[in-house]
């Protein structure tokens, strides 16, 4: 059982940055995907960006070239950098880890855009 724990999460102005981190409790070097994923009131969760453990990454076309998903080994920490963040970013977001047959996830943490 991998547990998540996101953080990072608050009121930023369109435009701004938010950073978020979400801790794993087992090394991450070992979890073939992490991701983030997130879900605005009244819609189904949705795809925004993933690791894999070689390297390559993936995003939602909706945050290409604003975010970028990273990983922290060391740490065992992934983080999600927003910038350029619009109102439309505004959800709750999710960290996300799969491995063959299993898949866990965070509590989530809120991102609110607006001015």
């Known amino acids: 059982q991998v547990q998540l724990v996101e953080s990072g999460g608050g009121l930023v102005q369109p435009g701004g940055s938010l950073r978020l981190s979400c801790a794993a409790s087992e090394n991450i070097f070992s979890i073939n995907v992490m991701g983030w994923y997130r879900q605005a009131p009244g819609k189904e969760r949705e795809f925004v960006a993933i690791?894999?453990?070689?390297?390559?990454?993936n995003y939602a076309d909706s945050v290409k070239g604003r975010f970028t998903i990273s990983r922290d080994n060391a740490k065992n920490t992934v983080y999600l950098q927003m910038n350029s963040l619009k109102p439309e970013d505004t959800a709750v977001y999710y960290c996300n880890a799969a491995r063959p047959g299993y898949e866990y996830w965070g509590q989530g943490t809120q991102v609110t855009v607006s001015s």
């Open positions: 690791s894999w453990s070689g390297g390559n990454t």
